[in-house]
């Protein structure tokens, strides 16, 4: 199955994603925030990123656009998982290389759907 990195500042939501893709077979590994997360990144093999927008340190959008010039993660899924549903939003995340995007509070069913496809898994 997939390695998937979630990179969220809420311990509440980190656990909810590895609970939803734990048992289906997926890898979860964490990070509390952008930066964090593009050090995780660099470190390990991923099928797929799922980040929040608005964190500490460095938020969803910056951590993106550096993920994309690390050339372990050209091809890599980047799923936004966000509060966040403003079209102006979604646009930047797209232009700085996300590939889709899940608006908070999800439904375990709908993230698990979307990460089966993106990862072919």
């Known amino acids: 199955m997939a390695t998937i990195l979630?990179?969220?500042?809420s311990p509440s939501i980190r656990q909810m994603i590895k609970v939803v893709l734990?048992?289906?077979g997926h890898t979860v590994i964490e990070a509390g925030d952008g930066a964090e997360g593009l050090a995780k990144a660099g470190s390990s093999a991923l099928n797929l990123v799922i980040t929040d927008l608005n964190m500490p340190v460095m938020n969803g959008?910056?951590?993106i656009a550096k993920l994309r010039g690390?050339?372990?993660c050209t091809g890599v899924p980047i799923l936004f998982l966000s509060?966040?549903?403003d079209e102006g939003i979604k646009q930047r995340a797209k232009?700085?290389?996300a590939t889709g995007w899940i608006t908070k509070p999800f439904k375990p069913e709908q993230l698990l759907a979307v990460v089966s496809k993106l990862t072919r898994a």
């Open 83 to 85: 509060t966040e549903s």
């Open 95 to 97: 232009q700085a290389g």
């Open 70 to 72: 690390l050339p372990s």
């Open 61 to 63: 959008l910056e951590m």
């Open 22 to 24: 734990g048992p289906a």
């Open 6 to 9: 979630a990179v969220d500042d």
